[in-house]
């Protein structure tokens, strides 16, 4: 599977921001799709996550009720919104598959098979 990040950019706190992951190469609706994000100097942590048909979503307790995670498998892409953005929120978005069925592992960046390159936000204060 390639996936292709977009939407990323910089707006002020509070603001929003729409990102965008397109999919190709393999049967998008097989897929757990998932978003990562990485601060310079910290770990690749875990963001949401949306099964196969969009029946289940998943966040970060950082992140709940400010995100939504969704999906259109008509045009193989995940969207993450991103509402009332705060500066801890700045850091690469990386877009991620997986075709494990295991739940537990899909919080660890080491669970997902597939990865986009980055996309950055950045919220200034």
């Known amino acids: 599977v390639q996936l292709q990040a977009s939407g990323g950019g910089l707006v002020q706190a509070g603001g929003s921001l729409r990102l965008s992951c397109a999919a190709s190469?393999?049967?998008?609706?097989?897929?757990?799709m998932g978003w990562f994000r990485q601060a310079p100097g910290k770990e690749r942590e875990f963001v949401a996550a949306?099964?196969?048909?969009?029946?289940?979503?998943y966040y970060a307790d950082s992140v709940k009720g400010r995100f939504t995670i969704s999906r259109d498998n008509a045009k193989n892409t995940v969207y993450l919104q991103m509402n009332s953005l705060k500066p801890e929120d700045t850091a690469a978005y990386y877009c991620?598959?997986?075709?494990?069925?295991?739940?537990?592992?899909?919080?660890?960046?080491?669970?997902?098979?597939?990865w986009g390159q980055g996309t950055q936000v950045t919220v200034s204060s």
């Open positions: 949306i099964s196969w048909s969009g029946g289940s979503t």
């Open positions: 190469g393999r049967t998008f609706s097989n897929y757990f």
């Open positions: 991620a598959a997986r075709g494990g069925r295991n739940v537990a592992t899909m919080y660890l960046a080491a669970g997902w098979d597939y």
